[in-house]
């Protein structure tokens, strides 16, 4: 689990009402080893820190009347221009659920690049000319409503972690998961070989690896036609000598 000597880390920055909820899940597993051995690094910004009045006040009431309460846009520009200066070239994030869902592609982009800066939204949402005036990109990560941005971005960085390079034991199985390929993953089995009445499939102890191949493509396909039918117009070749751990 060592990056590269060469690789820059991936750097994230969250800006957030609860900085303490950072690294939270991040800060154990697969992306806690990976912040401790440097793979990537984790900045938790407090939004608060950058208010200027007397109450340190971060949020308004809605323009035009309505519940809850808005994020102010100098507040939250302030902090963001104290997170990403000039010359910063990482995508600038805002969890949304009124972004473009997150995808696996998505995903492998952000993996691919230098960061990211990450604004969590909480209450009604943040004023709208925030997200014009610093180019935030909505994300979303699913059609439902968090009390506030924190577990999305959370949901997001450890998609991202999991693929930077060095992090995953075994690269092999990054690659042949569901929707890499268009496809939902086959059922998987592991020892021992009668559960409960249960066998293995004949097939994945036969020894014959084009068998297993043409027994996980056809039940890859089995599923993603059964429960989302919606990839399949998207599924490119699936690569034979699929390994899976
Ligand atoms: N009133 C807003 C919801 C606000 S929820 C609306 O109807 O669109 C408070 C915050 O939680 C949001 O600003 C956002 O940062 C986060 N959030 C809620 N649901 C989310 C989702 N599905 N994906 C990403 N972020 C979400």
């Known amino acids: 689990m060592e990056p590269a000597p060469e690789q820059t880390p991936f750097r994230a920055t969250v800006l957030t009402l609860y900085p303490e909820m950072f690294p939270g899940s991040l800060g154990l597993a697969l992306a806690g080893k990976a912040l401790a051995a440097g793979a990537w690094t984790l900045d938790a910004i407090h939004i608060r820190d950058f208010a200027t009045d007397r109450h340190r006040s971060v949020d308004d009431t809605p323009a035009g009347g309505g519940a809850g309460m808005v994020l102010r846009a100098d507040v939250l520009a302030r902090a963001i221009d104290a997170a990403s200066s000039d010359g910063d070239t990482r995508p600038r994030l805002l ?7 997150l995808t696996q592609a998505r995903v492998r982009d952000l993996a691919a690049g230098p960061g990211a800066v990450i604004i969590c939204g909480r209450f009604e949402g943040i004023d709208q000319r925030v997200i014009d005036a610093r180019g935030l990109e909505e994300v979303s990560i699913g ?11 959370q949901v997001l960085l450890d998609a991202v972690i999991r693929l930077l390079p060095g992090v995953m034991g075994n690269e092999v199985s990054g690659t042949h998961e569901s929707f890499e390929d268009g496809l939902l993953e ?10 409960e009445g249960r066998t293995i499939p004949d097939v994945l102890t036969s020894g014959n690896h084009a068998k297993i191949d043409a027994w996980r493509r056809a ?3 089995r599923l993603t036609r059964e429960r989302r039918p919606d990839l399949l117009g998207a599924a490119k070749g699936h690569p034979s000598g699929c390994v899976s751990v």
């Open 143 to 153: 059609d439902y409503i968090l009390s506030g941005g924190e577990v999305a971005a």
């Open 186 to 195: 086959h059922p998987h089995y592991t020892r021992p070989q009668e559960w």
């Open 219 to 221: 039940e890859a396909e």
């Open 95 to 101: 969890m949304s659920p009124r972004g473009r869902p």
